[in-house]
């Protein structure tokens, strides 16, 4: 990649990150990337099934809690981090390579 790219710019706010890349050549690019959630919103259980638990909790015990959301399709098929990459958008080394048209 270094034979390829000039210098890499990279500047983020709440929501993007804006990627601006000099190419040797003298071209740019210059792409918009979501911003990866921080780990704590990618485990953060979400408010409305919060309520739900408490409201709940007050008729039935953990384990009917469970069998009750399960019921209603909360499953909790927490993703990897790379998983979680992948689906905003990030590629690999590889991915970037063959979008360019280069050898990794």
């Not at 890499?8 to 071209?27: N, P």
């Not at 739900?52 to 927490?78: K, P």
Request: glycine share 8%; aromatic share 6%; with cysteine.
């Amino acid at each position: 990649m270094r034979l390829l790219i000039d210098d890499v710019t990279l500047a983020r706010d709440k929501e993007l990150i804006h990627v601006h890349i000099r190419w040797k050549g003298g071209a740019t690019t210059s792409p918009e990337l979501p911003r990866p959630r921080s780990n704590f919103e990618l485990v953060s259980t979400p408010a409305a099934v919060i309520e739900e638990i408490r409201a709940l909790a007050t008729e039935q015990t953990d384990d009917q809690i469970a069998c009750t959301l399960n019921s209603r399709g909360y499953r909790y098929g927490i993703e990897g981090y790379s998983q979680h990459l992948q689906r905003s958008g990030w590629l690999t080394l590889s991915e970037i390579a063959g979008k360019i048209g280069v050898h990794p």
